[in-house]
């Protein structure tokens, strides 16, 4: 509790800092993918800690409103590939939050910090921990618009067809060029999804 605690004081704490209008709803999306991660793990029984749970739930979004110069400077300290600021802006929080998180709150579970880098894209080599918060950022209490409803309705039932489904909603709105990894991360959960898995 004292962990979960500390750690809501601290991203309201950054979130206020920079004074951005969204702020308020963005804490709340925070409290409600704790909320939902907590049941994901409950629901299918995973063994993950929960603690790392609560810090990767609450922090996956602690670099949302981090400047773009600020995110030169990790660019730069850490010698990370620099078009990493040419993808678009919806992306910076989740791959250098990890960088944010660790200078500034001392987070060194590369578990959590790989929980945060990966929670907008996925990856194919996600740990059960990134799958939790990949799946509990999608379909939190905060995503009430019609096309969050089945991934929803699947999170409850059924943890890697929800999943999947997440990686297929990814697909069909990118107007881009489909990355080869989320036709791989697709076929992935599906074969997971099918081979009815039990935790
Ligand atoms: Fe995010
Ligand atoms: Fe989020």
């Given at each position: 509790?004292?962990l979960?605690?500390?750690?809501?004081?601290?991203?309201?704490?950054?979130?206020?800092?920079?004074?951005?209008?969204?702020?308020?709803?963005?804490?709340?999306?925070?409290?409600?993918?704790?909320k939902?991660?907590?049941?994901?793990?409950?629901?299918?029984?995973?063994p993950?800690?929960?603690?790392?749970?609560?810090?990767?739930?609450?922090?996956?979004?602690?670099?949302?409103?981090?400047?773009?110069e600020?995110?030169?400077?990790?660019?730069?300290?850490?010698?990370?590939?620099?078009?990493?600021?040419?993808?678009?802006?919806?992306l910076?929080?989740?791959?250098?939050g990890?960088?944010?998180?660790?200078?500034?709150?001392?987070?060194?579970?590369?578990?959590?910090?790989?929980?945060?880098?990966?929670?907008?894209?996925?990856?194919?080599?996600?740990?059960?921990?990134?799958?939790?918060?990949?799946?509990?950022?999608?379909?939190?209490?905060?995503?009430?618009?019609?096309?969050?409803?089945?991934?929803?309705?699947?999170s409850?039932?059924?943890?890697?067809?929800a999943i999947?489904?997440?990686i297929?909603?990814?697909?069909?709105?990118?107007?881009?060029?489909?990355?080869?990894?989320?036709?791989?991360?697709?076929?992935?959960?599906r074969?997971?999804?099918?081979?009815?898995?039990?935790?």
């Open positions: 509790m004292f979960r605690i500390t750690l809501k004081k601290r991203l309201w704490n950054k979130y206020r800092q920079s004074k951005h209008p969204d702020i308020y709803e963005r804490y709340q999306h925070s409290l409600a993918v704790l939902k991660a907590l049941e994901i793990r409950k629901t299918f029984k995973l993950v800690m929960k603690s790392q749970v609560i810090a990767a739930s609450l922090l996956h979004d602690y670099a949302k409103f981090v400047s773009r600020e995110f030169s400077r990790i660019i730069e300290k850490y010698q990370l590939d620099s078009s990493i600021l040419e993808l678009s802006p919806q910076w929080h989740a791959f250098l990890p960088y944010v998180v660790h200078e500034e709150l001392g987070i060194t579970d590369v578990e959590v910090l790989d929980a945060i880098r990966y929670h907008t894209t996925g990856n194919l080599n996600m740990t059960l921990l990134g799958e939790i918060i990949f799946l509990a950022d999608y379909t939190d209490d905060t995503r009430i618009e019609e096309y969050f409803q089945e991934a929803k309705a699947l409850k039932v059924n943890f890697y067809g999947a489904q997440k297929k909603q990814i697909i069909a709105s990118n107007h881009h060029e489909i990355s080869q990894e989320l036709r791989l991360m697709y076929e992935k959960y074969r997971l999804d099918g081979s009815n898995f039990n935790h």
